[in-house]
């Protein structure tokens, strides 16, 4: 009988270790988006004033929407399933800040690539970022009969990226 118990208890302690890691792994993808998409708003909503020498920084924003268009048609699938959800969060991390840095040596070359290749990935953080947090809503569901979480978490990430935006 005791065995039992102490079973029953190793399960409960090991489903409180999953919830604080589920959580914790929410908080992570909130602090991430809106650690990068603070710098790369103000860049971008700067971008074509403040880098006017042949216009790179419209062109710039040109290209920008350009690859997110090819990225959403056609590389999101492939992108997803070579890299999965969590390397495209970490590799967009890392491509916003980039983006973000090219901009303090404002060259057409360096500028224009980084454009591309940041918002390729961008768009594939979206759904990575999406489908994550469905799949950690859906594992909390396991654990709380009844409680929806998943719309719960939602919340939470698109109110910690509206922080990220800057207000009109």
Known sequence: MADVENENNKNLDQNEKEKGGKKRNLTIVCLLLVCAYTSYNAVANLQSS?????TVGLYSLILDSIA?????????????????YKWIIAIVQIRVLAYTAANMYPKAVLLYSMAIICDIFCVSMWTAQNAYVTVLGIDENDHDNGNNKMHKYFGIVFSTFQTSKPSS
């Open 50 to 54: 403040v880098n006017t020498e042949k």
């Open 68 to 84: 997110s268009i090819f990225g959403a048609l056609f590389l999101i699938t492939p992108l997803m399933y070579f890299f999965g």
